[in-house]
């Protein structure tokens, strides 16, 4: 995609720090992290989102993503780390490449998911058995 910030990469149209290469994903430094090591590993094809991408492709990814976490933990003496994908705008999504977040996590750093008022709430049983019928439906 001619407009793609991560496609543009790709053709070395714009710089980035890599970190890990193969035929079908790289890896480098986002350039807005969120902590020191923040890392974004994506497909050399494009693909919007997780949602549009090959499941055996999508797989590589998260394979490369768990071998990546522990070195740039190890590089950044972070406590912890991330994997995490943002599909569509409203879950946060603002480039439409598909790319997974590897993220240094600390004790007490300031960023993470925030769980809304009231939870946990346990769901009823029959609820749950009710949307996992409709989700299988779906498929």
């Not at 890599?18 to 992290?33: N, W, Y």
């Not at 490369?64 to 943002?86: C, E, I, K, M, Q």
Request: hydrophobic share 40%.
């Amino acid at each position: 995609m001619a407009d793609c910030v991560f496609c543009s990469i790709l053709k070395g149209q714009l710089p980035a720090s890599f970190v890990h290469e193969d035929d079908t994903s790289v890896a480098f430094l986002d350039v807005h992290p969120i902590h020191v090591g923040h890392t974004l590993v994506i497909p050399r094809e494009h693909y919007a989102d997780a949602a549009s991408c090959p499941p055996e492709l999508a797989g590589h990814l998260f394979e490369v993503s768990t071998r990546l976490g522990p070195a740039v933990v190890r590089a950044t003496d972070a406590h912890g780390f991330n994997v995490w994908t943002a599909n569509g705008r409203e879950a946060g999504q603002d480039v439409f490449h598909l790319h997974l977040h590897i993220l240094p996590r600390y004790r007490e750093d300031t960023f993470g998911l925030r769980f809304p008022k009231g939870y946990p709430k346990e769901a009823r049983r029959t609820d749950l058995d009710a949307m996992a019928g409709r989700v299988r439906e779906m498929l």
